[in-house]
T-cell receptor, first 114, second 113 residues
């Protein structure tokens, strides 16, 4: 069964450092997303990406965040200068169409900023 | 602004009982209402979903009831099992905002043997 793969599973970084979270979406999917889940809280939308550009982003997704699809398979989330409050689980998701269909989520990357 | 409100925050049910989780929304543009199940350390996985032109959808022990006029939908888990113990999130998507998922706050379900 196809799945969304995220690496690393856990990343610890010092405040102010840059981190890159990586995702390999399902191969024939065209729409990609990053979501964030602070411990014990709901899953929050960060950004959606289609046709090599951002299609929607939330207020959380400020200038410290960027996304990229550097090749045909990877989809990355970069946080330029991490803050303590960036500590969360980050989920990548993909879907085959932009319409109201299932999104498949990866297993997440736990980011801990110390 | 909380687009989707979910209750209860936590739920304890005896094995074999019925688990009911409720969600309410305001945005009438929402056109897809999935329920996701999340186990600790895992990503959310789609459990069941419904479109607003249908009032009920059943898949095995899981049923979504949808009330368009009240702008509410609920998940019913029949014959709840200990393996159903997880966090459940309702969600909704709005085609006007790229069909991103607006998640509820989650319900932690514990099924006692």
């Amino acid at each position: 069964e196809p799945e969304v793969t995220q690496t690393p599973s856990h990343q610890v970084t010092q405040m102010g450092q840059e981190v890159i979270l990586r995702c390999v979406p399902i191969s024939n999917h065209l729409y990609f997303y990053w979501y964030r889940q602070i411990l014990g809280q709901k899953v929050e939308f960060l950004v959606s990406f289609y046709n090599n550009e951002i299609s929607e982003k939330s207020e959380i997704f400020d200038d410290q965040f960027s996304v990229e699809r550097p090749d045909g398979s990877n989809f990355t989330l970069k946080i330029r200068s991490t803050k303590l409050e960036d500590s969360a689980m980050y989920f990548c998701a993909s879907r085959s169409t932009g319409g109201p269909t299932e999104a498949f989520f990866g297993q997440g990357t736990r980011l801990t900023v110390v | 602004q909380q687009q989707v409100k979910q209750s209860p925050q936590s739920l304890i049910v005896q094995k074999g009982g019925i688990s009911i989780i409720n969600c309410a929304y305001e945005n009438t543009a929402f056109d897809y209402f999935p329920w996701y199940q999340q186990f600790p350390g895992k990503g959310p996985a789609l459990l069941i979903a419904i479109r607003p032109d249908v009032s009920e959808k059943k898949e095995g022990r899981f049923t979504i009831s949808f009330n368009k006029s009240a702008k509410q939908f609920s998940l019913h888990i029949m014959d709840s099992q200990p393996g159903d113990s997880a966090t459940y999130f309702c969600a909704a998507t709005d085609p006007n905002t790229g069909n991103q998922f607006y998640f509820g706050t989650g319900t932690s379900l514990t099924v006692i043997p």
